[in-house]
Nanobody, 121 residues
Framework: QVQLVESGGGLVQAGGSLRLSCAAS????????VGWYRQAPGKQRESVAL???????NYADSVKGRFTISRDNAKNTVYLQMNSLKPEDTAVYYC???????????????WGKGTLVTVSS
């Protein structure tokens, strides 16, 4: 079984920081890319940041300069450092991984269950 587990969400004041973690566990052969997404109440899920196996990254315009995505390959963990948080960053944050399982399941597109980030004004 392969799964993603997010952690690090919580309540923070505007201007504050949080670091989210996305840990992949199970029979993993390789991870192609991991993305962070968020969904605010009443809104569609949107892409926040992406990191590829090459190390290249992409960010939504709304978070550029404030958020940084990084990874620890040894731990199969991807982080999202969020600085200068704004109330409009309030959402459930999900990670998504495009990976290859080593247990015969082949290529997988996995989602975590999400972690709530609340930014107070």
């Amino acid at each position: 079984q392969v799964q993603l587990v997010e952690s690090g969400g919580g309540l923070v004041q505007a201007g504050g920081s949080l670091r989210l973690s996305c840990a992949a566990s199970g029979s993993i052969f390789s991870i192609n890319a991991v993305g962070w997404y968020r969904q605010a109440p009443g809104k569609q899920r949107e892409s926040v940041a992406l990191i590829r196996s090459s190390g290249s990254t992409n960010y939504a315009d709304s978070v550029k300069g404030r958020f940084t995505i990084s990874r620890d390959n040894a731990k199969n963990t991807v982080y999202l450092q969020m600085n200068s948080l704004k109330p409009e960053d309030t959402a459930v944050y999900y990670c998504n991984a495009d990976l290859f399982s080593s247990s015969g399941l082949g290529r997988m597109d996995l989602w975590g269950k999400g972690t709530l980030v609340t930014v107070s004004s």
